[in-house]
Nanobody, 120 residues
Framework: QVQLVESGGGLVQAGGSLRLSCVAS????????MGWYRQAPGKQRELVAT??????TQYVDSVKGRFTISKDNAKNMYLQMNSLKPEDTAVYYC???????????????WGQGTQVTVSS
């Protein structure tokens, strides 16, 4: 069974830092793009950052210069969040486009989410 598991969320004061981790496990042949999304109460889920298999990254404007997405191998991804603001409070979700074999189709996978709360 293929799954994504996030960790690293928590409560932090404004200006603080957190590091989120996402580990992909199961029968995975290859991973295309991975990314982080977040959803605040009463708001739609929004894209925070993405990283391709080649290492290219993109960020939503509101986190540029503060967040850094990275990966240390094909299956582990991270989000370093610095200078956190109360408006960063949300549930953060790991996302990946993966396929279980070289002959199967690419599918979207989501983690269960991890809560990040930034107090003012």
């Amino acid at each position: 069974q293929v799954q994504l598991v996030e960790s690293g969320g928590g409560l932090v004061q404004a200006g603080g830092s957190l590091r989120l981790s996402c580990v992909a496990s199961g029968s995975i042949a290859s991973i295309n793009t991975m990314g982080w999304y977040r959803q605040a109460p009463g708001k739609q889920r929004e894209l925070v950052a993405t990283i391709t298999s080649g290492g290219s990254t993109q960020y939503v404007d509101s986190v540029k210069g503060r967040f850094t997405i990275s990966k240390d191998n094909a299956k582990n991804m991270y989000l370093q969040m610095n200078s956190l603001k109360p408006e960063d409070t949300a549930v953060y979700y790991c996302h990946a486009v993966m396929r279980r074999s070289l002959h199967s189709i690419w599918l979207d996978y989501w983690g269960q989410g991890t809560q990040v709360t930034v107090s003012s």
